[in-house]
């Protein structure tokens, strides 16, 4: 018990380095000096959720049964692998291979952070503070990419694989802060064996429909949002804004972000469930609004897309972990990121394609009107369920 409130401490460190990514708003910048189309790039993006999808199970499994520290010392030790591959690669396949090692890396993270946060509230008791445990923790992690996008910035204007570099010398500096971890205790019992476990997870789905219900909007919703990212730096470059700036724009960008995170809780305590409605009524109409403006002005839009982003984790990952048993967190939501996995690598080279052949207006018309019809269906079914809280 002496431990939790140091992991909850703790965490938000841990989340403040893990979150600089100084590589981020450059590497479409980078990959494109390299020569590759916005397709290629695509393509990147598909071979990064193939990935997770082979490994985010397994790995899952992993972390309920042999603890959340040993899978966070992977993510980390496998991340910073990856991004030194990338910056000193020479080959379409080196850039191939990098992005495989990233997903595996990634995958190691998925649930592991919300299992790791609402475990230790839950044994303190105080697992009703999760929301607003992880809106503050959200926002740290949106401050520290907004302050590595400043870098960021600055850093490429010297060489653009300079903040790759940086952000995998920065991945090793995780693995002693994660020893200090109390690995959190669990309050129901792990199944024995591998394919046990999974089977239990799966079986627990199929009968509780609600979380199917949240598995599927996050998924949707993500799919979505990080689609975006692909061609933001593209649309500013297409404005002939300066890298320098780019950087700049990213780290407003991500203040909105964390705005829109640290306000989630509040707007949740305030509308309920209606809030569960409107966040993808907005993010649908600020993209729809990206296609049909084709001055800089649509830049404006990017900042309701940030803002967005931010509020929706904290509530779906608040009213997902209330409705899911903690011995199979880990495994659930790494179901749930199969998923998402498999409409990412779907959607994503087919969205570079259409940049390619035609504009990125019509993409985000195509991005905005897809996520409209699959989120309208799902908002429908959840009016007939009870939220869980």
């Not at 850093?155 to 790759?164: D, E, F, T």
Request: with cysteine.
């Amino acid at each position: 018990m002496r431990g939790m409130p140091a992991n909850v401490r703790l965490f938000q460190v841990y989340i403040f380095v893990n979150r600089l990514e100084m590589w981020f708003p450059i590497v479409a910048l980078f990959l494109l000096d390299k020569g590759l189309s916005l397709a290629q790039y695509a393509a990147l993006d598909a071979v990064w959720y193939l990935s997770t999808l082979v490994f985010e199970v397994p790995t899952g499994v992993v972390t309920d049964r042999y603890g959340k520290k040993t899978s966070l010392l992977l993510g980390a030790l496998f991340q910073s692998l990856s991004l030194f591959i990338l910056a000193f690669g020479n080959s379409f396949l080196d850039i191939c291979v990098s992005y495989v090692l990233w997903g595996f890396a990634s995958s190691f993270e998925t649930g592991t952070h919300d299992a790791l946060i609402y475990d230790s509230l839950k044994q303190m008791g105080r697992e009703g503070d999760y929301r607003r445990v992880m809106g503050r923790v959200t926002t740290i992690a949106i401050l520290a990419s907004a302050l590595g996008s400043v870098l960021a910035g600055y850093l490429a204007g010297i060489s653009l694989a300079l903040p790759i570099v940086l952000t995998a010398a920065i991945s090793l500096l995780l693995c002693p802060v994660i020893l200090f971890f109390t690995e959190p205790q669990v309050s129901d019992l792990r199944e024995s064996g591998y394919r046990r476990h999974v089977k239990e997870s799966v079986r627990y789905l199929l009968h509780h429909r609600l979380v199917v219900l949240f598995i599927l909007y996050s998924a949707i919703l993500e799919t979505a949002i990080w689609g975006l990212y692909i061609f933001y730096q593209p649309l500013l470059r297409s404005f002939d804004v300066p890298v320098e700036r780019i950087g700049l724009l990213y780290l407003f960008f991500k203040l909105f972000r964390a705005a829109g995170a640290r306000l989630s809780d509040r707007l949740y305590r305030t509308v309920g469930r209606v809030s569960v409605y409107l966040i993808p009524l907005c993010f649908v109409l600020s993209v729809l609004g990206m296609g049909f403006l084709v001055t800089p002005w649509a830049i404006g839009f990017i900042f309701v897309n940030f803002f967005t982003s931010g509020l929706y984790y904290p509530i779906l990952s608040d009213l997902l972990n209330r409705n899911v048993p903690s011995g199979k967190r880990a495994t659930i939501i790494s179901i749930g990121s199969v998923l998402y996995g498999l409409l990412s690598s779907t959607a994503y080279p087919l969205l570079g394609a259409i940049a390619d052949a035609s504009s990125l207006q019509a993409t985000f018309k195509v991005l905005g009107c897809g996520t409209l019809v699959c989120m309208s269906l799902i908002v429908a079914f959840l009016k007939r369920e009870r939220l869980g809280v």
